[in-house]
Each structure stands twice: as structure tokens, then as C-alpha cells.
């Protein structure tokens, strides 16, 4: 028996010879009576358990399951690799201990193939923590050829489509999306603990809101009526502290039609809380906290290296107005700004587009995105933001141009969003009357009018405040990947083409 590792570079006639083979081998272990997709196994222990505590488990019988990743033979002695969830051990499997008979049903074994072993743990000569089986089970017959054991699975199209390659070569993503699960548990911990209550409220709107963002459209058959899938949970969760709930939070998929980028995807998963008789500074400390908290509890410190970059989330973080932060890194007051033409001539001369029906607020937020953004490495909250691009956020009571909003900033990237929320249903269904009327003038991404919403708000909604984190980007961070897409586990992809 030789070592068979396969190549995945190989002409598509090669892989046709290797999918032969192993069909050929499909029907040796058929013909030799055994089940090649087989059936429950109990398992006693993980590799990972049988390495760390091989003092107390050395001499003792263990019953592991998993796929094989590694063969080589010497005559009537081989070894193999076993990878489970935890990670991998060696195999040893001897003629003389397993038997003639099932020492060739192991000679039909393939990269790839799943089994069950029981066996001795054992050091070999070389050291090499290891189980002497003594009897082994093909739980499922790999019927294709994994890639080069050295090379990996590289090519990233590749790895999105085929997620389940990519995590079965690739352990390091595995290791990604577990710290993603740890990461929303973490969350789920903090909000619990301040007292939160988790809710759920409805994927599927009559009306999109909560969001500038373009929706998915849906229709239901029964109602004959149509449906957008929700940009945001925001105006339902309000709903529930019109209701009588002081604090709530939810973790979900928000559905947005928008393109792809490395921080976009057209689902993804939002956190969003709302706290009654709050404010948006009261939500600012609660997400630097929280933030703080599961880097805590995911990795052990507030102090994180994001692609090279050293990153301090160690609370309280700096916060800088729209206007401040364009003065600080463009040389420009916009705080002076009177007039639509004013504001025009600051951004033409930075060289930052606008559109026609953009106001003051709109070009003062594209300026901040274009000369500020880019140097928020460190968190920051980013505050002052214009009520023309804030429909849903309370006006600040000196200044009604702008809101008592805020935006968190790590490594350049939007990582939250919060605000004291409008609860004046007089001026929230003006606000909603200008968004229609943005969208009447070919705007689809302004909201749509929502008019059980203010219905709701004149029953009266206590001051609150609210807050939204984008999750998959706070995963990027704390697993240091630069792309949404390594850390969604099926990212949306374009089509394959022949």
C-alpha cells in the first residue's frame, strides 16, 4: 500500500480515472457485504481529548469518528490521519491485530472516506500520540477526490461554492465560523444579563422600512398582496416598547437588494436593541461595552490585531462630530455652511460627488465619507449627524439640523448605528412625507410611508434609545478576515458559467 495523496490539479481526465477507482472500490466493499454508507457509531472521545489528556488515557480503549485525511502502508503495518471536529490523530492499523479480512477492507479506503475506529491509545516510537486500532467501521465511502493534502483549497470561488470543502481541507475556517457562534453567544450573554429580552418579529414586511436600502420583493398568494423582505427590524421592535417592553433586542437576517462588496452582502446578520427612557449617549457607552465584553469573552482581551493593525476596544472611545472629524482631516468647516451652493463649492473643490437633490446634510455626509472615513482606524463614535439623512432620529434640541445620532467606526468600517429615536409621531410622519417624496422623485432606497407606525407612536413611545450592530462585520474583526464572505458561511455568488 502506497501513499495516496491526490492532486487537485489535474487534466479532467485524470479526475474521471479517480472517480472510476473509487466507484470500483464502492462495489469491492458492497460485494464484501459491508454497508459503505453506513449507520449510527458511538464515539467515546474527540482527538483533540485523546492529545490533551493522553496521561490518564494511555493504554485505555477510545472510539473515535471521522474522515481520513492521510494514508501510507508499509507492507502489513499502515497509518492514517483521523480528522474530527477538534482536529487530528494517526491511526494505526496492523494485519495481525485487525485481521487479514479486515486489513484489505482497509486497503479500500480512500482520502476522504468516513469511519469509526476503536483502538489503544498509544505513543509510537517517534513519539507520535496515536490509537492501535483494533477494529474499524466505513461510515460513508468518499466517492471524490479531496485536494492536494499541501496545497489546500485556494481559489476563493471555490471555497464560497463549496463551503463544505472548504472546511473539510481549510481547518482554519472551521475555526472562523466556530468564533462566529461564540461571538453571537457572547452578544446573546451581555444583553441577557442587562436585563434584554430576545424577541422575534416578522422577515416579511408590508412595508420597508427601518433602512435606506433598496428591498427584495416578495408576493403572497393567499393574501394576494405584496411583501418586501425586511432591510431592518427597527419599526417593529419600537413597536413592542410602544407596547410596554423597556428592553429588547434581536439577532436575525436583514434581507438588502444592494450590490456585493467585501463588507456587503445581500443578507446578512444585524443585532438590534432598544432601550425605553434612554438616549443615544447612553447607547454609545452600551455599545462600547458590549463590544469590549466579547472581545473579552471570545478572546481573551479588548486589544485585537485586525490585518496588521493593532486595535483598542478597551472603553470609552473617542467621539468627534460629522463636522469636526471633516475639519480635522480635510481643513474645511462645514459648521459654517448656510446654503446648499456653499455646501456645493466645499465639495467640488475636495473633489466629492453629490447629487442634485442632495441638501446640506447629504453633501456634508458624502464629504465625511470621502475625506474622514477612510482615518477612524481606532474606534470612534461619530456623532452630529443631519436629520436630512436621519428619518427616524430625534432632533437635537440645539441644533434641529442635525440629530442625536451616532455611528462607531473601527479599522475605517461602520460597525454600529444608534440614536435617541424620534417619538414625536407629528414630526416622524413629516420626515415620512419628505422620504416619499424623495422616492417619488426616483429614490428607492428612501422610505416608504408607514402609517401604522405613526399610528403606533401616537399612543406614545417613551424617550429611547437604539441600537444596531452589524454582526458579520464584527466577527471580521475578531477572526481578522478582510471579507464579509469568510465569514458567511454560503455568501451569495453569481452564477457559474460552463
Not at 507520535?128 to 477494529?135: F, L
Not at 473633489?351 to 465625511?368: C, D, H, P, R, W
Request: proline share 4%.
Amino acid at each position: 500500500m502506497t501513499d495516496n495523496h491526490e492532486q487537485v490539479a489535474m487534466t479532467g481526465e485524470e479526475l474521471n480515472e479517480l472517480l472510476r477507482v473509487r466507484r470500483e472500490k464502492l462495489a469491492a466493499i458492497a460485494a464484501r457485504g459491508i454497508e459503505p454508507f453506513g449507520r449510527k457509531y458511538n464515539f467515546s472521545h474527540h482527538a483533540r481529548e485523546i492529545i490533551a489528556d493522553f496521561d490518564k488515557l494511555e493504554g485505555q480503549t477510545a472510539r473515535l469518528a471521522g474522515r481520513v485525511v492521510a494514508i501510507r502502508g508499509h507492507g502489513k503495518a499502515s497509518f492514517a490521519h483521523l480528522m474530527d471536529m477538534s482536529g487530528r490523530i494517526q491511526l494505526y492499523f496492523r494485519q495481525d491485530t485487525i485481521g487479514e479480512a479486515a486489513y484489505e477492507n482497509f486497503g479500500l479506503l480512500d482520502i476522504g472516506d468516513i469511519i469509526g475506529v476503536e483502538g489503544e491509545v498509544f505513543r509510537t516510537q517517534k513519539g507520535e500520540i496515536s490509537v492501535k486500532v483494533t477494529s474499524f467501521e466505513i461510515l460513508a465511502k468518499s466517492l471524490r477526490p479531496l485536494p492536494e493534502k499541501w496545497h489546500g483549497l485556494k481559489d476563493v470561488e471555490t471555497r464560497y461554492r463549496q463551503r463544505y470543502l472548504d472546511l473539510i481541507v481549510n481547518p482554519e475556517v472551521r475555526d472562523t465560523f466556530v468564533a462566529r457562534s461564540r461571538v453571537i453567544q457572547a452578544l446573546r450573554h451581555y444583553f441577557d444579563a442587562q436585563g434584554y429580552l430576545e424577541v422575534e418579529t416578522p422577515m416579511m414586511h408590508p412595508i420597508a422600512g427601518g433602512a435606506a436600502a433598496r428591498p427584495f420583493i416578495t408576493h403572497h398568494n393567499a393574501l394576494d398582496m405584496r411583501l418586501y423582505m425586511r432591510i431592518a427590524p427597527e419599526l417593529y421592535l419600537k413597536r413592542l416598547i410602544v407596547g410596554g417592553f423597556e428592553k429588547v433586542y434581536e439577532i436575525n437576517r436583514v434581507f438588502r437588494n444592494e450590490g456585493i462588496s467585501i463588507k456587503h452582502n445581500p443578507e446578512f446578520t444585524l443585532l438590534e436593541s432598544y432601550q425605553a427612557f434612554a438616549d443615544y449617549n447612553d447607547i454609545m457607552a452600551l455599545t462600547e461595552q458590549v463590544i469590549a465584553h466579547v472581545a473579552l469573552e471570545v478572546l481573551g482581551t479588548t486589544k485585537i490585531t485586525y490585518q496588521g493593525q493593532e486595535i483598542d476596544l478597551t472603553p470609552p472611545w473617542p467621539r468627534v462630530s460629522m463636522t469636526e472629524a471633516i475639519k480635522k482631516y480635510a481643513g474645511v468647516d462645514f459648521a459654517a455652511v448656510k446654503t446648499v451652493p456653499e455646501a456645493r463649492a466645499i465639495a467640488d473643490k475636495l473633489g466629492v460627488k453629490y447629487e442634485a437633490k442632495q441638501g446640506i446634510g447629504g453633501i456634508l455626509n458624502n464629504v465625511f465619507e470621502e475625506v474622514a472615513e477612510k482615518h477612524l482606524v481606532q474606534p470612534t463614535f461619530i456623532t452630529g449627524h443631519p436629520t436630512e439623512i436621519s428619518p427616524l432620529a430625534k432632533r437635537n434640541k440645539d441644533n434641529p439640523d442635525i440629530t442625536d445620532r451616532f455611528e462607531a467606526f473601527i479599522f475605517a468600517r461602520e460597525i454600529a448605528n444608534g440614536f435617541s429615536e424620534l417619538n414625536d409621531p407629528i414630526d416622524q410622519k413629516e420626515r415620512f412625507v419628505g422620504q416619499v417624496a424623495q422616492r417619488d422623485s426616483g429614490d428607492d432606497e428612501a422610505h416608504m410611508m408607514d402609517e401604522d407606525y405613526v399610528t403606533a407612536l401616537e399612543f406614545g413611545m417613551p424617550p429611547t434609545g437604539g441600537l444596531g450592530i452589524g454582526v458579520d462585520r464584527l466577527v471580521m474583526f475578531f477572526t481578522d478576515n478582510y471579507s464579509i464572505r469568510d465569514v458567511i458561511l454560503f455568501p451569495h455568488m453569481r452564477p457559474q458559467r460552463d
